[in-house]
């Protein structure tokens, strides 16, 4: 049987890549590749360069596409000769520690790479293909300093409101939302407002994705035996008075994360959940009981990032009739004019700068442990959230794009935000 095959239909914007690409044109692919370190690290100052958080290195049949993800969509930075990818590839694998011999299953290492003058961290993947083997990276810059909670983009109110928590010291913070989310952020902000008390902090995280002076850091290493639960148990005697574990993952970390939170210290966590209330319904999966959850749980907060206008190049228009509709669904009136995203030279042609984050804060009072420990679902919660004055994503969405901050089309298709009109 014969197959045919298709070119790649993306296009390559190498405005993404300009030194590797200066070293394509300076240095054209040979055989034997003498030039593939300087690539690897011209390719790493790129993304470095645009703040990439990922570099994908994928084989085709044709060629190698090499992309990065920036504001948390891929672009396809550039298009290389199948040789040249293999010698991408082995050369990422050896500095992450992986055996560069072809792999008949997936692997993961680490290492770092100091390009365009920063010291990067790599978390490498390595998974066979037919066509070869494809590697992702995550790459972590942990000299880059910790963001205030100024900087996430929260409503000055919502700031208040957790500090106010922290200083109260009391039950289970937890961050929600999917991958990509940005709440581990959200929580190093957190912990940045703590640093200056005289508290004990220790954390427990896979990976320590910053290094914070003053705060105790533990990084789980499941192939060593040490487990987020381990760890957690572990920690509990240091005698924290503030506890941050990097995710509640599975039944045991969920155990162990609300025993340790009814003991009397304050925790920190994230979970995957649609929304602030649905955090619950995360925890009931997650094996723990009703009476658990109404007696430690103290606040949620749900998020999302969406992606911020470039300032020097965006644009204004008159909405159209789909927008007008959209807001008028929403239950509001859709501004005079709407900002859109346009390229330019300082966004490498995306429109775009940086992502900003969405925010629904929920603080149970009584009523809400009352409908937790009732066995409420996450209709009746919700309801009652809002009815208690619980700001839903949505309207912080809709004040980011009323700003000129986010363009509506941002908003629009983000899961669980754009068809909750009210």
């Given amino acids: 049987m014969f197959t045919t095959s298709i070119p790649n239909p993306r296009a390559v914007e190498t405005r993404l890549a300009p030194r590797f690409q200066k070293l394509l044109s300076k240095y054209p692919p040979t055989t034997d590749e003498p030039h593939t370190e300087e690539r690897a690290e011209a390719l790493v100052a790129d993304a470095v360069q645009w703040k990439a958080s990922d570099i994908h290195i994928e084989p085709g049949t044709m060629e190698t596409r090499i992309r990065l993800r920036v504001d948390g969509l891929l672009h396809d930075v550039a298009a290389v000769p199948i040789t040249s990818g293999h010698h991408l590839v082995a050369y990422f694998k050896t500095l992450s520690g992986i055996d560069a011999t072809a792999l008949s299953h997936p692997e993961h290492g680490h290492g770092r790479i100091e390009a365009g003058g920063t010291l990067m961290e790599m978390r490498t993947t390595v998974a066979p293909t037919p066509d070869g083997e494809m590697v992702g990276i995550r790459l972590l810059d942990t000299r880059r300093p910790v963001l205030r909670l100024a900087d996430l983009g929260m409503s000055d109110a919502d700031q208040s409101r957790l500090k106010t928590w922290l200083s109260e010291m009391q039950g289970m913070l937890l961050v929600c939302g999917p991958v990509g989310s940005g709440k581990t952020s959200t929580l190093y902000s957190l912990l940045h407002e703590l640093q200056t008390l005289p508290r004990s902090i220790i954390t427990v995280e896979d990976p320590v994705e910053s290094s914070l002076d003053g705060i105790t850091q533990i990084q789980v ?54 929304d602030a209330v649905g955090a619950v319904t995360a925890l009931r999966n997650n094996g723990a009981k009703d009476w658990e959850i109404g007696a430690c749980l103290e606040m949620c907060v749900s998020q999302r990032l969406v992606r911020r206008l470039c300032l020097h190049c965006r644009k204004t228009d008159a909405p159209t009739e789909s927008e007008h509709q959209w807001f008028s669904s929403a239950g509001i009136s859709a501004p005079e004019q709407l900002w859109q995203p346009k390229g330019c030279d300082a966004c490498a042609g995306t429109g775009f700068d940086g992502r900003i984050g969405i925010f629904e804060l929920w603080r149970l009072d009584g009523e809400a442990r009352h409908l937790i420990r009732n066995g409420a679902d996450g209709v009746e919660l919700a309801r009652h959230a809002l009815e208690q004055g619980t700001q839903p994503l949505l309207k ?10 986010v363009p509506l089309s941002e908003i629009r298709h983000l899961s669980g935000i754009g068809n909750q009109p009210g």
């Fill in 396 to 405: 912080d969405a809709i004040a980011k794009v009323v700003a000129a901050l």
């Fill in 221 to 274: 290493n499941a192939k060593r035996g040490l487990t987020f639960p381990d760890a957690i148990r572990a920690m509990l005697r240091l005698d924290p008075d503030f506890l941050l574990v990097g995710e509640i993952r599975d039944p045991e970390s969920a155990h162990v994360a609300i025993t340790a939170a009814g003991t009397g210290l304050t925790l920190l966590s994230t979970i995957h959940a649609r």
